[in-house]
């Protein structure tokens, strides 16, 4: 029985995604996620960051793509004045 075309492509794609997921930093919560990208901005690694929940892994990750204000990781800093 040969796999119908789209369901070949269903499972490349869900494959490729895997892949991508597997290859980045994965945190178990947001806060996580978004302390670890305070560090970097603060370290001037990166401008800005955002996180996202990932559908593959049910974790959240980093992207320095623009995922909205809510998302928007924030380097928060004290000055004595």
Same mark, same amino acid.
């Given at each position: 029985?040969?796999?119908?075309?789209?369901?070949?492509?269903?499972?490349?794609?869900?494959?490729?995604? !895997?892949?991508?997921?597997?290859? !980045?930093?994965?945190?178990?919560?947001?806060? #996580?996620?978004? @302390?670890?990208?305070? !560090?970097?901005?603060?370290?001037?690694? &990166?401008? #800005?960051?955002?996180?996202?929940?990932? &559908?593959?892994?049910?974790?959240?990750?980093?992207? @320095?793509?623009?995922?909205?204000?809510?998302? #928007?990781?924030?380097?928060?800093?004290?000055?004595?004045?």
């Amino acid at each position: 029985m040969k796999i119908p075309p789209e369901e070949k492509r269903q499972e490349r794609y869900i494959r490729y995604q !895997k892949r991508r997921c597997e290859r !980045k930093t994965a945190f178990v919560t947001e806060q #996580a996620a978004r @302390s670890e990208g305070a !560090k970097h901005i603060s370290h001037g690694h &990166i401008g #800005a960051l955002w996180v996202y929940h990932c &559908i593959m892994c049910l974790k959240w990750h980093l992207t @320095s793509k623009d995922n909205g204000p809510q998302a #928007a990781v924030h380097f928060v800093t004290t000055q004595k004045v």
